[in-house]
């Protein structure tokens, strides 16, 4: 007796359905094509516009360019203020990057625990972050401020002779790192108590029963299961601060003796008072390229610890 049951064979692909399937990942492409005209249009194309720009000798009055290939480059090495505005940056990220990751993990790991208290300690920590960098160059203006500031006060108080920190080229940009700190200290707390939650509590539980001590735990649950977010946290700080611009130029405006002129504000002063647009953009092209380093090396670290 002949089965009902028929024999599953696949069907051949008609040429419709081919032609379907092609079109299917170029009509999904539509979704993602406005973000990236987007993205092309306001990094790449400025990005390419300014390494060309670069490579020329700009007369914005005169409104010609010549190219000239790397001598501005060339010029940047030879220039005392550059090579002091990238030795001013360069040390200016290793006072800060570093405090905001200890103080930062720190902070975060004593404020890691419920309860209103805990709530009310993380907001007065994190509000300074959201207030402007000219309010919070205001503040410290009126701190370190000669004669009447909060310092002088405290200075004459105790009977002890005045200091003025941003009047000194050795405590000029400690002084403006103490004002970054305290001002974005915020983010990275918050980074790391994000961090800190995700861990299962059931790992700490299991410490608790062996009687680990809490450096013990710290240094074989903690710190490994936050190791993406304190390279992150690293890598973001020193990206940010590579830019260090405003508190530098509204707290001393690269004095004394251009001590605390940093490399953005190099390039500001170099493109938009003298008018050097392509010697600007040369400098402007070196900062590109250390924060890239940064990425890069945040990349390279985190694929080497999970490697291991």
């Known amino acids: 007796m002949a089965s009902n049951r028929s024999l599953a064979v696949p069907l051949p692909k008609t040429r419709e359905g081919r032609r379907r399937n092609l079109r299917a990942p170029w009509s999904n492409a539509l979704f993602v094509l406005p973000f990236v005209i987007v993205y092309v249009l306001l990094l790449i194309v400025p990005l390419c516009l300014g390494w060309w720009l670069s490579l020329q000798r700009v007369d914005l009055l005169a409104g010609t360019s010549e190219f000239i290939g790397i001598r501005n480059y060339l010029d940047l090495t030879l220039d005392p203020i550059f090579r002091g505005a990238l030795r001013n940056t360069f040390y200016f990220v290793i006072l800060t990057v570093p405090v905001f990751v200890l103080l930062g ?166 493109g938009f008072r003298q008018w050097s647009f392509g010697y600007s953009a040369a400098a402007a092209q070196v900062l590109f390229a250390l924060m890239l380093i940064g990425v890069v090396t945040q990349a390279w670290l985190l694929r080497k610890k999970e490697k291991a």
């Open 105 to 270: 993990l720190a902070l975060a790991l004593v404020l890691n625990r419920p309860g209103r208290f805990g709530a009310a300690l993380r907001a007065l920590f994190f509000g300074s972050s959201v207030l402007s960098v000219t309010i919070v160059t205001l503040i410290w203006k009126l701190v370190m401020m000669p004669g009447n500031g909060l310092l002088a006060d405290m200075s004459h108080t105790l009977h002890l002779p005045e200091f003025v920190p941003l009047m000194h080229e050795a405590t000029a940009l400690p002084a403006i790192a103490v004002v970054t700190v305290w001002w974005i200290m915020g983010l990275p707390m918050m980074l790391f108590l994000a961090a800190l939650q995700q861990i299962p509590q059931e790992l700490y539980e299991a410490a608790a029963l062996d009687s680990a001590s809490r450096w013990r735990t710290f240094a074989k649950i903690t710190l490994p299961s936050i190791w993406r977010t304190v390279a992150l946290v690293a890598v973001i700080e020193a990206v940010l601060q590579f830019q260090l611009f405003g508190q530098a130029q509204l707290l001393t405006d690269g004095g004394p003796n251009n001590s605390t002129r940093p490399l953005v504000q190099f390039i500001y002063e170099t």
